[in-house]
DNA sequence: GTCTATAGCCGGATAGAC
DNA sequence: GTCTATCCGGCTATAGAC
């Protein structure tokens, strides 16, 4: 049996037919000439499979949503979802691959390239911002690894390492320029993550502080965790 | 399916019987003079369902663990099980209860009770300390919310809020005695027990860092998060 | 206190009609 | 592209023998 927790702003019921996450952003989901009027096609039922899936995921749990209710969410059959996916444990990999060659792109445009302080500062800010934007996402991501099947896992170990070395890399440079107090690179990297990815388990939109307020106080806190403060001399 | 993911030292497969961890800690689990001889009974095998369950939700998820694998696991058949919890989120709730209880009960029994950035130190060592004597207990308690019914959920929520209240109320004493710079208490002590708790996602024993050395990093960051250290003078 | 057997339900995935 | 029907197995929890 699934109780539904209360995460987020909303307090949809699951049954009966309702409007994916995708209608609700307030754009339109026509995707172009090749999409039909009526109603659900390839283009636009995809999405909304993964959509609904992570969505269900991330409030229950990979082992406790069926691929029924997967499908009632989006409105077809649970036969029809196998067009859509090869089976329940690719719809996990594809949410999850996909979530971290986003995070990892979206640093990757957005690297300040500079000062080791400077980059701290933006990764702590980025990183809080990109983890409000997609709480399912992160949540999966974060959560669900032990659903993964053991190739699927080493895959998807590759990518959050990758994206674990970039504050590696920002704590070495900033140690080595004896701009920051690391004593072990490693360690601090994963302690800064959790700190950040943390911001997820409590923030609410709409709550007694606002996104600014949050990523600036997360971001100062980073900079103490390794004795650095922003536009202020190093105090050791 | 469920896939083993590779957790901690061990890996034991679940096949046939073996030793309860009861059993590998290294004293017998003779309880007293009303324990029989002859192999499992009332005393013995209440404590090996909760460790069975305990062990088995912490690496595959409470909606992904059977009563027929917890069972196999201690050695009995199901309908053994219901012998010792009425059903299976009973169980899920008892080890929740009882992990923050314990918890709890430990900080009160060691909270050195003055100077706030002494008790920032100690309850800093004490939560990493704690929480690698503990790994499953704690990975069940953060990551199984979702599976509480929601009586059972708000239980939960009243203990897992007096344990935060622990940090909150020393980073206010901290912050009103000028000796730390806390711009929000509950968001810095969101922020701080979600970097001590993530060290159960990487440390591992016989690993690179020993206990005592993680203990220290992270007391020194959690003393730096909030802008304060040691033995020093402030730095504002 | 544990066993075997089973009720009653739900799971993932597939087949074939339309 | 979606539907309905279905295979086959696993699930929780209970009943009653020993």
Redesign the pocket.
């Known amino acids: 049996m699934i109780w539904t927790l209360k995460r987020g702003t909303e307090g949809n019921k699951t049954a009966g037919w309702r409007w994916s996450p995708l209608e609700l952003n307030g754009c339109s989901v026509y995707l172009g000439p090749m999409a039909r009027p009526s109603?659900?096609?390839?283009d636009v039922?995809g999405p909304r499979v993964r959509a609904a899936a992570e969505r269900l995921f991330a409030r229950h749990g990979y082992a406790a949503?069926?691929?029924?209710?997967i499908?009632a969410e989006v409105g077809?059959?649970?036969?029809?979802l196998?067009?859509y996916t090869r089976?329940?444990?690719t719809l996990l990999f594809d949410l999850m691959r996909t979530h971290l060659d986003d995070v990892i792109g979206a640093w990757d445009s957005v690297d300040p390239q500079g000062d080791p302080i400077d980059r701290l500062d933006a990764f702590s800010r980025f990183h809080i911002r990109h983890h409000l934007d997609r709480p399912d996402a992160v949540f999966i991501a974060y959560m669900e690894l032990r659903s993964l099947s053991p190739d699927n896992f080493a895959r998807i170990e590759v990518l959050r390492r990758s994206y674990e070395a970039v504050p590696q890399q920002i704590l070495r440079a900033g140690a080595e320029a004896q701009l920051m107090h690391v004593s072990d690179v490693k360690l601090a990297a994963n302690a800064l993550i959790a700190m950040l990815t943390g911001v997820t388990t409590w923030y609410r939109d709409g709550g007694r502080l606002d996104r600014a307020t949050v990523e600036a106080r997360y971001a100062d806190m980073a900079l103490g965790m390794v004795g650095a403060q922003k536009s202020l001399q190093k105090t050791f």
Chains 1, 2 share one sequence.
């Open positions: 109603g659900s096609d390839g039922t949503v069926s691929m029924r209710q499908a077809i059959g649970a036969g029809a196998y067009h089976d329940k444990q």
